[in-house]
């Protein structure tokens, strides 16, 4: 049903394009679809890779990760991923693979390590290759000194071949940011910021331990769009304890006098009993899933008003942005337009994909840098992929990304006995659909309009790993 709005006046936004000032007023969930989600609501894998992370395992090493890089094409096209797991302080809700620290002496140590790991990797990496996108993620990347950016970013171009038009994201705490930082990280060639806001309604932000006003997030993205840097990513999180439909709607207002061009809406994923800072969380301020549903939705209708494209999942952009326009996959950062023959990940925790599987480094700094110390390489465990893991994964991508699945594109990929799997569990999810999520195509299935907010279970019955007790590891899928 779509929300009732009033229609609205033209305003200009913090670039000076237009915005239309409509705000929705009701957006109430309706009966039957209130019950479909509380029936339906389960703990499942967010899919930024297949087979999940939890299944990695210590069978894949240091010395299959080498023969692996080894085994890259010359000309390889690479993208890589940098992980900096701090923070000035821990956001109660937060479950990325981080921590606070005060003192900038680990930071700096933690730098002496990944540097040392980007020359032993780039060592292993065919000699011509090219880098085509660049992400630091964390953690809080802007928590080092404009000097050590500058450092990280040389030691980066001074080991890889770097793309002079190469995509290059930087994951920011605007509440740590300074002209200073923004020069340097300018001057690396980041062109593109992702910034936290997660809800800007102060209620909410003391029941997360996160404190950040508008004023701060609007001079750090005004900081870099001053020097050049004009691509501008917002996270938002829906489902966090005192969050109503009136707080998000106050506060997408003020995200969209920001003017991003890409707004990620992720759902709270409450899992205390792994991540230990979430215990500080109160369980009973939580929404419930069907008010999570009314408040996913509410976001989407008036970003969608707008005038930006939902994406996927979770992710929503301009429409002129590269992501609504390039062709969409899905990989540990979620959404982008990445295409790169490997993902490389420097850093505690990093994941990589290598054509012939996945490597995850050691997730403790200090076991990390030991690791690098002692060898180079940090691997500590991965997955090496079959047929059918490839099979399987392209399915669960396409259904992540374009809500549907041509069996034709699987089988002129995969063929043989992968493409049958895929085929029977298509075929599986087609018979026994009794909520109406999929529909039959000429070549395969499609998600239906009703089955969109659902696409993780469709994608979890072709995940041949999906553990049935994985509660405590997965978020709500809706
Ligand atoms: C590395 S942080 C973003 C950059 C920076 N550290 C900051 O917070 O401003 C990555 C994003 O993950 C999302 N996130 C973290 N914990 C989450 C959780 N438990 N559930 C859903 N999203 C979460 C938040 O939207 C957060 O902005
Ligand atoms: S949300 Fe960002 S700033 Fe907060 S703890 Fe997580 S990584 Fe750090």
């Known amino acids: 049903m779509p929300p009732a709005v009033r229609r609205g006046k033209v305003r200009s936004d913090a670039t000076g394009r237009s915005l239309p000032v409509n705000k929705p007023v009701s957006l109430a969930v309706p009966d039957a679809d209130a019950a479909l989600v509380a029936r339906r609501a389960a703990a499942l894998p967010r899919y930024t890779s297949y087979p999940t992370a939890n299944h990695f395992g210590a069978g894949v090493g240091a010395a299959d990760y080498r023969r692996w890089l080894a085994a890259l094409p010359e000309g390889a096209a690479l993208s890589l991923y940098l992980h900096i797991p701090f923070c ?6 937060c479950a990325c693979s981080t921590r606070a620290t005060r003192r900038y002496e680990p930071v700096a140590r933690y730098l002496d390590a990944l540097e040392a790991e980007i020359a032993a990797v780039s060592a292993l990496a065919p000699a011509r290759h090219r880098v ?14 404009p000097a050590d950016i500058a450092r990280l970013a040389a030691a980066l171009r001074a080991r890889f071949a770097v793309e ?15 002209a200073g930082k923004a020069d340097a ?16 309604d102060p ?3 003391q029941a997360i331990g996160r404190l950040q006003g508008v004023e701060v ?19 938002l999180v829906y489902g966090l304890p005192r969050q109503t439909e009136a707080s998000l709607a106050a506060t997408v207002e003020q995200v969209l006098a920001l003017a991003p061009d890409r707004i990620a809406v992720f759902g709270y994923a409450h899992l205390p009993r792994r991540v230990a800072n979430q215990k500080l969380i109160d369980g009973a301020a939580l929404p419930g899933a069907v008010e999570r549903f009314a408040q996913s939705r509410l976001l989407a209708e008036r970003l969608a008003q707008a005038g930006y494209v939902a994406l996927g999942l979770d992710h929503f952009a301009r429409p002129d942005d590269a992501l609504a326009t390039g062709a ?25 994909l290598m054509p012939r599987g996945y490597v995850q480094n050691a997730v403790a700094a200090a076991d990390y840098a030991a690791r690098v110390a002692g060898g180079g390489l940090a691997t500590v465990r991965g997955w090496a992929l079959s047929d059918d893991d490839r099979a399987r994964g392209f399915a669960i991508e396409r259904l992540m990304c374009d809500f549907a699945l041509s069996l034709d594109a699987v089988a002129a990929r995969f063929g043989g006995a992968a493409a049958a799997a895929v085929r029977a569990v298509a075929g599986s999810v087609l018979a026994d659909d009794e909520d109406g999520f999929v529909e039959r195509t000429a070549d395969g299935l499609r998600i239906t309009e009703r089955g969109r ?10 995940d041949a790993y999906l553990d049935p007790e994985g509660g405590a590891r997965h978020s709500l899928s809706v």
Request: include cysteine.
């Open 88 to 93: 000035d302080t821990l956001c109660w809700y």
């Open 132 to 145: 085509t996108h660049i992400h630091w993620g964390g953690g809080s990347p802007d928590i080092l000194t």
């Open 164 to 178: 002079e038009d190469a995509e290059f994201a930087v994951e920011v705490d605007p509440r740590l940011m300074t």
């Open 185 to 200: 990280l300018a001057a690396a060639g980041v062109t593109r910021i992702s910034v936290g806001v997660q809800d800007f």
């Open 203 to 205: 209620a909410v932000q």
């Open 217 to 235: 997030t609007r001079e750090a993205i005004g900081l870099f769009r001053a020097r050049g840097v004009r691509s501008v990513n917002v996270d």
């Open 328 to 352: 969409l996959h899905r990989n540990f950062q979620g959404y982008t337009t990445d295409r790169a023959d490997a993902l490389i990940g420097l850093g505690a925790s990093a994941i990589g």
């Open 453 to 462: 907010p659902f696409v993780r279970h469709v994608c979890a019955r072709f």
